[in-house]
């Protein structure tokens, strides 16, 4: 495990993605994970291959929402992470506050945005997961999904759960092979999943529901393979909170 000691940075402002409408068809499979596991990694660091192989586990079970979100942080020692983003660098920063912790960490799972776990402690991250989706504090709000010629349909009803939270959509892709030639990793060839491309904001639950339609042209734009919708509350520190719904898409 390798920590850095952090720095505050300010919530990322995203637009809310505008609306289309069209004729129904038959689209895309849709799963309600039990939970989400959110893996920070990167290529440059040598105690995190262990950890990208236990997120594929994850993602071939197919039963949990498993996303890689590459720093660059480590980009210094070597090797430039070729996923890497100062966005999913600021996401982890900011769920160390809401975390309450001082550092942050390669590799780090956060699960349901409420707990954290070392990456490639596979039984801690597995108990973690099976207690929460036993409890109220899983995937509790369902968010609602339809297809159209044209777009997805998207819904979350107001709830005491579902109120004050986020509507967020991540796009990534399910695998990805890279050759590192230097650094800690130089000479290995590792495989990653479900690796992060970009996370936009759909719309928020307050004292009404979402109701939209998120335009398929769009969603295809991103060139990722894969996305999945996430319902998130935010702390009041303006941090991730937690996660309280969330639907894996396939075959867009």
């Given at each position: 495990?390798?920590?850095?000691?952090?720095?505050?940075?300010?919530?990322?402002?995203?637009?809310?993605?505008?609306?289309?409408?069209?004729?129904?068809?038959?689209?895309?499979?849709?799963?309600?994970?039990?939970?989400?596991?959110?893996?920070?990694?990167?290529?440059?660091?040598?105690?995190?291959?262990?950890?990208?192989?236990?997120?594929?586990?994850?993602?071939?079970?197919?039963?949990?929402?498993?996303?890689?979100?590459?720093?660059?942080?480590?980009?210094?020692?070597?090797?430039?992470?070729?996923?890497?983003?100062?966005?999913?660098?600021?996401?982890?920063?900011?769920?160390?506050?809401?975390?309450?912790?001082?550092?942050?960490?390669?590799?780090?799972?956060?699960?349901?945005?409420?707990?954290?776990?070392?990456?490639?402690?596979?039984?801690?991250?597995?108990?973690?997961?099976?207690?929460?989706?036993?409890?109220?504090?899983?995937?509790?709000?369902?968010?609602?999904?339809?297809?159209?010629k044209?777009?997805?349909?998207?819904?979350?009803?107001?709830?005491?759960?579902?109120?004050?939270?986020?509507?967020?959509?991540v796009?990534?892709?399910?695998?990805?092979?890279?050759?590192?030639?230097?650094?800690?990793?130089?000479?290995?060839?590792?495989?990653?999943?479900?690796v992060?491309?970009?996370?936009?904001?759909?719309?928020?639950?307050?004292?009404?529901?979402?109701?939209?339609?998120?335009?398929?042209?769009?969603?295809?734009?991103i060139?990722?393979?894969?996305?999945?919708?996430?319902?998130?509350?935010?702390?009041?520190?303006?941090?991730?909170?937690a996660?309280?719904?969330?639907?894996?898409?396939?075959?867009?």
């Amino acid at each position: 495990m390798r920590k850095l000691f952090k720095t505050l940075l300010p919530l990322l402002v995203i637009p809310m993605i505008p609306l289309v409408y069209g004729q129904e068809v038959d689209a895309a499979e849709v799963i309600q994970p039990k939970a989400v596991v959110e893996l920070f990694t990167s290529q440059g660091c040598s105690s995190c291959p262990p950890a990208d192989k236990i997120l594929g586990k994850l993602v071939s079970e197919n039963e949990t929402l498993a996303l890689a979100w590459h720093v660059d942080y480590w980009d210094y020692l070597g090797w430039k992470d070729s996923f890497a983003s100062k966005a999913n660098t600021k996401r982890q920063r900011r769920y160390a506050v809401s975390l309450g912790q001082n550092q942050i960490y390669t590799p780090q799972v956060v699960v349901n945005g409420r707990s954290h776990v070392i990456g490639s402690k596979e039984g801690k991250i597995r108990d973690t997961i099976e207690a929460y989706s036993k409890s109220a504090l899983g995937l509790t709000v369902p968010i609602n999904t339809s297809f159209t010629k044209d777009g997805m349909n998207v819904s979350v009803d107001v709830n005491a759960v579902s109120q004050h939270t986020t509507l967020w959509i991540v796009y990534f892709n399910n695998k990805e092979i890279v050759e590192v030639k230097n650094g800690e990793n130089h000479g290995k060839t590792l495989e990653y999943s479900n690796v992060v491309q970009d996370i936009q904001m759909v719309g928020m639950v307050d004292d009404k529901p979402i109701r939209t339609t998120l335009p398929l042209h769009e969603i295809k734009q991103i060139g990722a393979d894969s996305c999945a919708l996430i319902l998130q509350r935010t702390t009041k520190d303006g941090t991730p909170g937690a996660i309280v719904g969330a639907a894996i898409i396939k075959n867009l």
